[in-house]
């Protein structure tokens, strides 16, 4: 997949255009693309970084950074995506001189996006407004229940087999494999701590089963409560997996919460309940 952050980085071709933030790419934001795809024409991803919403002053937490937004169209099949830096700017473009600027110059005949779709300075712009402008636009009614905010709720609540089945695949957590206490280790089971990214959504707290580099992993996202920790980590246990990972990017599946995190009255009934999240582990079903 070709990723462009300028309008004049996308070489001339009849396009069509999937418009949207489509931050966690569910399963509603793969009903805009694939309208985009069966055009036949090149599909090339609009997007833009940051989140709209933060550029306005909102606190808002995303269900994955922008590589693994890439990485997730790439997946499932766009041609091009175009990450126009969303700042005061672009916000300040008429929709007029956003559809003369972008969407023209990048060959747009067809637009393809969330029935509700506003655009350009203060919002005004719709897709009624694209058709007055001569461009094919397809909407794309909202799938029932789905959006971003739903997800973000289910994943505050831990509840990350219903975010599945919204997001059309596990929800993940990511970062960057640092040196933790090594007690892990100590205890018989070692773990892959994450240096999470900045600004986006951690689930709840709690002992996880899920999935990485080919290794079912019993994840913990808590503050080690048994050693009196106030620090949030993601921390994971490999299941049958002896390696290096320090400095490696891990992106954790999680397929379902097992328990709370908790403190015990001793470390052997804090191995032994290790061991009931590893056993479980093995046995869990990846929920969709």
Do not use: C, K
């Not at 269900?63 to 700042?87: A, H, M, S």
């Not at 892959?192 to 992993?217: D, K, M, S």
């Amino acid at each position: 997949m070709n990723v462009a952050r300028r309008v004049e980085e996308l070489g001339p071709a009849r396009r069509a255009v999937a418009l949207g933030t489509f931050d966690g790419v569910h399963r509603g934001h793969r009903a805009v693309i694939d309208a985009a795809r069966s055009t036949g024409l090149r599909t090339v991803v609009v997007t833009f970084d940051p989140h709209p919403r933060q550029v306005f002053g909102e606190r808002i937490e995303l269900l994955v950074p922008l590589g693994r937004r890439l990485e997730l169209l790439e997946e499932i099949g766009v041609d091009d995506t175009l990450v126009l830096r969303f700042d005061e700017e672009l916000a300040a473009l008429t929709p007029e001189s956003f559809a003369d600027g972008v969407l023209r110059r990048i060959g747009a005949e067809v637009v393809a996006a969330g029935d509700g779709f506003r655009f350009g300075r203060e919002r005004a712009g719709d897709l009624a407004l694209l058709e007055r402008l001569g461009f094919d636009v397809r909407r794309v009614p909202f799938v029932e229940n789905v959006s971003s905010s739903r997800i973000r709720a289910l994943l505050g609540a831990g509840e990350v087999d219903a975010a599945a089945q919204l997001l059309g695949r596990p929800p993940e957590a990511e970062g960057i494999v640092v040196m933790g206490d090594q007690r892990g280790r100590l205890l018989g089971f070692p773990t892959a701590n994450l240096e999470t990214p900045p600004g986006v959504l951690v689930p709840a707290l709690g002992i996880y089963a899920g999935f990485t580099l080919g290794h079912r992993t019993a994840i913990s996202i808590g503050t080690n409560p048994h050693y009196g920790g106030v620090e949030r980590r993601v921390e994971g246990h490999l299941l049958d997996f002896d390696g290096d990972l320090y400095g490696q990017r891990l992106v954790f599946e999680l397929w379902r919460r097992l328990r709370d995190e908790a403190a015990f009255g001793s470390e052997a009934e804090l191995i032994e309940a290790i061991d009931r999240d590893v056993a479980q582990t093995r046995l869990v079903e990846r929920p969709i």
